[in-house]
């Protein structure tokens, strides 16, 4: 069962442009993960925000949290060829389970 | 750097055959974690440890899977028998804390 739903399910864009990819989620969270997976291989840990964040910032990569629409929006700014994967959300629930339940993801092609 | 190892990276086994994959975590992770990922989706967790313990295995099917992790160090998943909805990405992962998740590249697994 999965709690996320990331928006859009699929995105093209050119190299240089920017990426916005949201996930929604259904349970109160302790904090929301962006991660992201080149084809075929493990997944990677971009950036955590806790649940009494709004933003946050690394790099190239804004996070935005809004806990009351149980949603969040992952940015990637001046995209790159190398940034084409699949990004996904996940959730770690506010109860003392500490799972980390993940949405379906969002495949970006960075078209160079 | 530290990283995540499993294997073997791919098996490709007949149904009702048994198979089985292992992990070992970046030293010094108390947690480690099994998750499946039917393609086009997200990770499910099917296994948490801490040290050598189970502490959630609430999505396992426990009549054709196990899991191990004696010494609460590396671990081992096991299918037995395998059926052809099995096919998927079987990745493992430790976490320090119960925050950010270290991946590894993952087994694919096809039932024939």
């Known amino acids: 069962s999965q709690q996320g739903e990331e928006d859009p399910q699929a995105l093209s864009i050119q190299e240089g442009e920017n990426a916005t990819m949201n996930c929604s989620y259904k349970t109160s969270i302790n904090n929301l993960q962006w991660y992201r997976q080149n084809s075929g291989r493990g997944l990677v840990h971009l950036i955590l925000i806790r649940s009494n964040e709004r933003e946050k910032h690394s790099g190239r990569l804004r996070v935005t949290l809004d806990t009351s629409k149980k949603s969040s929006s992952l940015l990637i700014t001046a995209s790159r060829a190398a940034d084409t994967a699949s990004y996904f959300c996940?959730?770690?629930?506010?109860?003392?389970?500490?799972?980390?339940?993940f949405g379906s993801g969002t495949r970006l092609l960075v078209r160079p | 750097e530290a990283e995540v190892a499993q294997s073997p990276r791919y098996k490709i086994t007949e149904k009702s055959q048994a198979v089985a994959f292992w992990c070992d975590p970046i030293s010094g992770h108390a947690t480690l974690y099994w998750y499946r990922q039917i393609l086009g989706q997200g990770p499910e967790l099917l296994v948490q440890f801490q040290d050598e313990s189970v502490v959630d295995d609430s999505q396992l099917p426990k009549d054709r899977f196990s899991a191990e992790r004696l010494k609460g160090v590396d671990s081992t998943l096991k299918i037995q028998p395998a059926e052809l909805g099995d096919s998927a990405m079987y990745l493992c992962a430790s976490s320090l804390a119960h925050n950010e998740q270290f991946f590894g590249p993952g087994t694919r697994l096809t039932v024939l």
């Open positions: 996940a959730t770690r629930r506010a109860d003392s389970s500490y799972k980390l339940i």
